[in-house]
């Protein structure tokens, strides 16, 4: 009875945290993407932790602790020591993926992670001067071998503002531009009512087209049609060759002409002749 009473309770408990997790799912925290080195790209969502493994930056510790030590250690210095002290750390984070598609992580910001957990770690000197140098030619060394490239998986561009929509548009006063007819919109007909002397559908007389008193040199007479200083048989205009209407309309109306007459005649010839040795063929 009593192991029956307690499976009911384990099974209510079980159901009430399901429920529990079901209506409340944005409390889950952002989550953390490990990269695979210290150089390189990470893809993430934005507000993602980014970390680097400890043991991937083991060897660029040593190096810069290296140049700090005195030989079998006796300044305190132990790269071997920080090396391994900066891959018992696990996982460093170092920095959070911004609300960007693309941006660049400095070595200084993986540098200032390594320093900050190395800061009481044993093997970097016997004083804090020495330790306090030990802590800058590693973090030198780490900024110059690491640098990452973050991605934002789920960024999407902002909306464009209504400034940048209206950008283009002309400054208050001055006349929009009309599109070209053969783009297929609407142009306004042209106004032709400040025109002096051409109206549509209107010739202009030859005392509107040529003004009295205009200075109009070497421009043809709306009346003589000659050049100035020009007389009027010199301006004529004689036909090349000096070609002459064919006769031919001085003939009565219905009348047939000779070469008609000649073409019937010789038709007939043909058809004649035709029929004739038709028959001979047939009789023969």
């Given at each position: 009875m009593r192991n029956r009473l307690a499976s009911r309770v384990l099974a209510a408990a079980a159901l009430a945290m399901v429920f529990t997790i079901g209506f409340f799912p944005g409390t889950a925290s952002a989550g953390t993407v490990l990269a695979e080195a210290c150089t390189g790209m990470v893809i993430?969502?934005?507000?993602?932790?980014v970390a680097v493994q400890g043991k991937d930056l083991a060897d660029v510790v040593r190096a810069g602790a290296a140049e700090q030590e005195i030989f079998l250690h006796l300044n305190g210095v132990d790269?071997?020591?920080?090396?391994?002290?900066?891959s018992n750390q696990g996982v460093l984070t170092v920095?959070?993926?911004?609300?960007?598609?693309?941006?660049?992580?400095?070595?200084?910001q993986v540098a200032t992670a390594v320093t900050q957990a190395l800061r009481s770690a044993d093997g970097?000197?016997?004083?804090?001067?020495?330790k306090q140098k030990t802590l800058d030619s590693i973090g030198h060394h780490v900024?110059?071998?690491?640098?990452?490239?973050l991605y934002a998986g789920n960024y999407s561009p902002p909306a464009a503002s209504p400034t940048s929509q209206n950008a283009g548009a002309p400054p208050p006063g001055l006349p929009v531009p009309q599109a070209p007819a053969s783009s297929g919109a609407a142009v306004p007909p042209r106004d032709y009512g400040n025109t002096p002397v051409a109206v549509p559908g209107l010739a202009?007389?030859?005392?509107?087209?040529?003004p009295a008193g205009?200075?109009?040199?070497?421009?043809?007479?709306?009346?003589?049609?000659?050049l100035p200083g020009e007389t009027q048989s010199q301006a004529d205009v004689r036909n090349t060759g000096n070609a002459s209407v064919l006769a031919g309309n001085d003939a009565p109306t219905g009348?047939?002409?000779?070469?008609?007459?000649?073409?019937?005649?010789?038709?007939?010839?043909?058809?004649?002749?035709?029929?004739?040795?038709?028959?001979?063929?047939?009789?023969?």
């Open positions: 993430g969502n934005i507000g993602d932790q790269p071997a020591k920080l090396a391994q002290e900066i920095a959070e993926i911004p609300d960007s598609a693309v941006s660049a992580l400095g070595g200084d970097l000197g016997l004083v804090a001067d020495q900024a110059e071998s690491c640098g990452l490239t202009a007389p030859p005392e509107a087209k040529y205009a200075p109009m040199p070497n421009v043809l007479s709306p009346e003589v049609s000659t009348a047939v002409q000779l070469p008609m007459l000649l073409a019937v005649v010789a038709l007939a010839g043909v058809s004649a002749a035709l029929v004739r040795t038709w028959v001979l063929r047939k009789v023969s």
